[in-house]
């Protein structure tokens, strides 16, 4: 015969849930400007990516 499932207590259930917290994003500075940017991504405030000039920075 089929055993009903018992109830999971919080506790466990949390336990099981410890590794699947999400990470801050990795920022890096932008070697032209010095601002902060995502990695892999191009530059927001002066337009480049890898050196170089991807779009141009409307005022």
Do not use: I, L
Not at 12 to 21: L, P, V
Not at 37 to 45: D, G, L, N, S, Y
């Amino acid at each position: 015969m089929a055993v009903p499932k018992g109830k999971v207590s919080k506790a466990r259930r949390d336990k099981r849930r410890t590794h699947q917290k999400t990470a801050a994003p990795s920022v890096a500075t932008c070697p032209q400007c010095g601002e902060p940017v995502m990695q892999h991504r191009a530059c927001v405030e002066c337009g480049t990516y890898k050196g170089r000039n991807v779009f141009e920075k409307s005022e």
